[in-house]
């Protein structure tokens, strides 16, 4: 993930590099993240419901996914 903010991974890299479960769920909110940073929200909006869909519901990023969509309004 700090490859991702620092512009040294593209987000679908990242997600590609992500091989358990735990690791797609925080590739998928942080991919987000990277996204709505950008004003790129459908994307984002995507990537977060991925990260809700398979999130661990006792991760941070399940529940932060689910803040970050409710505050786009989807």
Avoid at 46 to 59: G, V
Wanted: aromatic residues 10%; proline residues 3%.
């Amino acid at each position: 993930m700090i490859q991702l903010y620092l512009g040294g991974r593209s987000p679908a890299e990242v997600l590609s590099l992500a091989s358990k479960s735990e690791e797609q769920c925080e590739a998928e909110f942080y991919s987000g993240e990277w996204h709505l940073l950008r004003g790129m929200r459908a994307t984002a909006a995507t990537h977060l419901r991925a990260a809700a869909d398979i999130c661990p519901k006792d991760f941070f990023e399940y529940r932060a996914a689910l803040a970050e969509l409710q505050r786009l309004n989807l």
